[in-house]
Nanobody, 127 residues
Framework: QVQLVESGGGLVQAGGSLRLSCAAS????????MGWFRQAPGKEREFVAT???????YYADSVKGRFTISRDNAKNTVYLQMNSPKLEDTAVYYC?????????????????????WGQGTQVTVSS
């Protein structure tokens, strides 16, 4: 069982910056693929970014160039740096972990590919 705890959400002005953190339990964090997803009111959950166990990254087109995902294996933590957020980035952001082995070149972008989820953290972007 892997527990994920997100933090860092809150109110941010459009064009500002915010960093989300997700602390994970487990002794093999370095082998997890980690992802960030989000869900806005009335919308389905959508993929935001992922970082593989080999530190390969991939982003949704809507956040590419503005958000950066990173990981610190020594701290069992994955981050999502949100720069220049837009009003449409307002959502609950969820951290997710996939603990099964994946080929080094494989990128997980679908929710069902992840095994464990955090409770979510609200991000509200204001004008």
């Amino acid at each position: 069982q892997v527990q994920l705890v997100e933090s860092g959400g809150g109110l941010v002005q459009a064009g500002g910056s915010l960093r989300l953190s997700c602390a994970a339990s487990g002794r093999t964090f370095s082998m997890y693929d980690m992802g960030w997803f989000r869900q806005a009111p009335g919308k389905e959950r959508e993929f935001v970014a992922t970082i593989s166990w080999t530190s390969r990254t991939y982003y949704a087109d809507s956040v590419k160039g503005r958000f950066t995902i990173s990981r610190d294996n020594a701290k069992n933590t994955v981050y999502l740096q949100m720069n220049s957020p837009k009003l449409e980035d307002t959502a609950v952001y969820y951290c997710a972990a996939a603990v099964g082995y994946s080929d080094p070149g494989y990128i997980r972008t679908r929710g069902h590919e992840y095994d464990f989820w955090g409770q979510g953290t609200q991000v509200t972007v204001s004008s």
